[in-house]
């Protein structure tokens, strides 16, 4: 007899291109059909067959509350009452921008939009049109969201423009991207070498999480403002899944190393489609209607989405202990997992930084994209499958982050590493 889940899924294939609206969720990378979800509450969700998972993908990130946070919901049900959408400036929108402005000093300007991927494109543009230059540098491994010039695989040497990394993108929307190696400074400065005064920007995930975890060793991101400083090229951080996650100010304030520009996406918008870049007063400046970088949109700043979002950093900034908590909490967590792969002599590497963290099946340490690459798939996949079928939700691909909420407790903790300690125990070599 199949299952709620499945029979949903032979229908979802029908109507859906691989039965989802976003390609991870499809389960492919693990082998299986998606569970369904149903509902999700603080840290558990339920899916459509009645079980119940304790949750750490947390909507990617952003339920950083716990799910149906009471504050959040109702300041969404009160929005609700005066229309849901007015397609006109409103009080909300100065207030959240006004917030984030006054709150994170390498904010000085902000424009709403709705997505991460909306995010980036935006300010990639508006990157062009503040230096006069064409060329991107970005790094292999993190992932921008999926726009034309970002869905790109390193072409070989210096020299070769990117190539597209998937069908319909043209090379003529990927000849202006480069791609460097996550911690390798070396790599950049020889990409700045080679296309020197055309490098618009340097775009990079502070912590790189679309890749797994990846932590920036010390100096690399320090090395990449100096190589800004010394080019003219301004220094993106994408901070869509960092953000207000790391700390209030994202991993700027975290490692102390100031962007240029900044793009936001995921906890922003409290569980509502946002994204926003935002950044120096002089290089926002250029964006339409203030400046000649157009940029638009008709749902962007929608005030449904600006009050769950604008109640959720409200939140977080006025609960900073909540930052320590899960700081707490990771190291307990990952810090725990770690412990146990060496208690079993698991061949794998957990990387971690505050809420975020992941359990890479490889030899070695994990620092950069081929490191990570180096990863034994099967293994996640049977990881992954245990995990599930003892009730605890994770990413299903070896190269996505695992996510604390407010809301998971040391109980939580202690019942995941339990079921992992199961999951080690039955992996055994007897
Ligand atoms: C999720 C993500 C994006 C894309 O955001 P969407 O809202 O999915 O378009 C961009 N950059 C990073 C770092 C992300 O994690």
Same mark, same amino acid.
């Given at each position: 007899?199949?299952?709620?889940?499945?029979?949903?899924?032979?229908?979802?294939?029908?109507?859906?291109?691989?039965?989802?609206?976003?390609?991870?969720?499809?389960?492919?990378?693990?082998?299986?059909?998606?569970?369904?979800?149903?509902?999700?509450?603080?840290?558990?969700?339920?899916?459509?067959?009645?079980?119940?998972?304790?949750?750490?993908?947390?909507?990617?990130?952003? =339920?950083?509350?716990?799910?149906?946070? +009471?504050?959040? &919901?109702?300041?969404?049900?009160?929005? @609700?009452?005066?229309?849901? $959408? !007015?397609?006109?400036?409103?009080?909300?929108?100065?207030?959240?921008?006004?917030?984030?402005?006054?709150?994170?000093?390498?904010?000085?300007?902000?424009?709403?939009?709705?997505?991460?991927?909306?995010?980036?494109?935006?300010?990639?543009?508006?990157?062009?049109?503040?230096?006069?230059?064409?060329?991107?540098?970005?790094?292999?491994?993190?992932?921008?969201?999926?726009?034309?010039?970002?869905?790109?695989?390193?072409?070989?040497?210096?020299?070769?423009?990117?190539?597209?990394?998937?069908?319909?993108?043209?090379?003529?929307?990927?000849?202006?991207?480069?791609?460097?190696?996550?911690?390798?400074?070396?790599?950049?400065?020889?990409?700045?070498?080679?296309?020197?005064?055309?490098?618009?920007?340097?775009?990079?995930?502070?912590?790189?999480?679309? =890749?797994?975890?990846?932590?920036?060793? +010390?100096?690399? &991101?320090?090395?990449?403002?100096?190589? @800004?400083?010394?080019?003219? $090229? !301004?220094?993106?951080?994408?901070?869509?899944?960092?953000?207000?996650?790391?700390?209030?100010?994202?991993?700027?304030?975290?490692?102390?190393?100031?962007?240029?520009?900044?793009?936001?996406?995921?906890?922003?918008?409290?569980?509502?489609?946002?994204?926003?870049?935002?950044?120096?007063?002089?290089?926002?400046?250029?964006?339409?209607?203030?400046?000649?970088?157009?940029?638009?949109?008709?749902?962007?700043?929608?005030?449904?989405?600006?009050?769950?979002?604008?109640?959720?950093?409200?939140?977080?900034?006025?609960?900073?202990?909540?930052?320590?908590?899960?700081?707490?909490?990771?190291?307990?967590?990952?810090?725990?997992?770690?412990?146990?792969?060496?208690?079993?002599?698991?061949?794998?590497?957990?990387?971690?930084?505050?809420?975020?963290?992941?359990?890479?099946?490889?030899?070695?340490?994990?620092?950069?994209?081929?490191?990570?690459?180096?990863?034994?798939?099967?293994?996640?996949?049977?990881?992954?499958?245990?995990?599930?079928?003892?009730?605890?939700?994770?990413?299903?691909?070896?190269?996505?982050?695992?996510?604390?909420?407010?809301?998971?407790?040391?109980?939580?903790?202690?019942?995941?590493?339990?079921?992992?300690?199961?999951?080690?125990?039955?992996?055994?070599?007897?």
């Amino acid at each position: 007899m199949k299952t709620h889940s499945e029979r949903l899924f032979d229908e979802a294939v029908r109507y859906i291109p691989g039965g989802v609206n976003s390609p991870v969720r499809a389960y492919q990378a693990v082998g299986m059909t998606p569970r369904f979800m149903q509902g999700a509450t603080g840290p558990y969700i339920f899916d459509v067959d009645g079980n119940k998972y304790i949750d750490y993908i947390c909507s990617w990130g952003p =339920m950083i509350l716990g799910h149906n946070d +009471p504050e959040v &919901l109702k300041s969404v049900v009160e929005a @609700c009452e005066y229309g849901l $959408s !007015l397609g006109t400036a409103t009080e909300i929108e100065v207030c959240i921008a006004k917030f984030i402005c006054t709150k994170i000093p390498h904010v000085e300007m902000i424009r709403m939009v709705n997505s991460g991927t909306e995010a980036v494109m935006s300010a990639v543009r508006v990157a062009r049109g503040f230096t006069g230059r064409d060329k991107i540098i970005k790094f292999a491994g993190c992932y921008h969201g999926h726009s034309d010039a970002m869905l790109v695989s390193a072409g070989s040497g210096v020299m070769t423009s990117g190539v597209p990394d998937s069908l319909g993108v043209t090379k003529g929307a990927t000849k202006d991207t480069l791609t460097a190696c996550y911690n390798d400074l070396e790599s950049v400065k020889e990409l700045l070498d080679a296309n020197k005064d055309r490098v618009a920007a340097i775009i990079v995930e502070p912590v790189a999480a679309n =890749m797994g975890v990846v932590l920036p060793k +010390p100096g690399f &991101l320090e090395g990449l403002r100096k190589l @800004c400083d010394e080019t003219g $090229s !301004l220094l993106i951080f994408d901070e869509v899944i960092t953000g207000f996650r790391l700390s209030f100010g994202g991993a700027a304030e975290y490692f102390g190393v100031r962007p240029d520009l900044v793009t936001y996406g995921k906890i922003i918008g409290g569980g509502m489609p946002v994204g926003a870049y935002g950044g120096r007063r002089d290089v926002m400046s250029f964006v339409s209607p203030a400046g000649d970088v157009y940029q638009a949109g008709t749902l962007s700043g929608n005030p449904i989405a600006m009050a769950a979002g604008m109640t959720q950093l409200q939140i977080l900034y006025n609960h900073k202990d909540k930052y320590k908590e899960l700081d707490r909490l990771g190291v307990k967590l990952y810090g725990g997992m770690e412990e146990l792969c060496h208690q079993y002599d698991l061949e794998a590497h957990v990387n971690y930084i505050g809420s975020l963290g992941s359990l890479f099946f490889t030899q070695e340490e994990v620092i950069d994209y081929d490191l990570a690459k180096t990863a034994d798939t099967k293994e996640f996949a049977r990881y992954f499958a245990f995990m599930l079928e003892q009730g605890i939700h994770l990413a299903p691909s070896q190269f996505e982050a695992m996510f604390l909420s407010c809301m998971h407790t040391d109980a939580i903790i202690d019942e995941t590493l339990n079921i992992f300690e199961r999951y080690l125990n039955d992996t055994k070599i007897v």
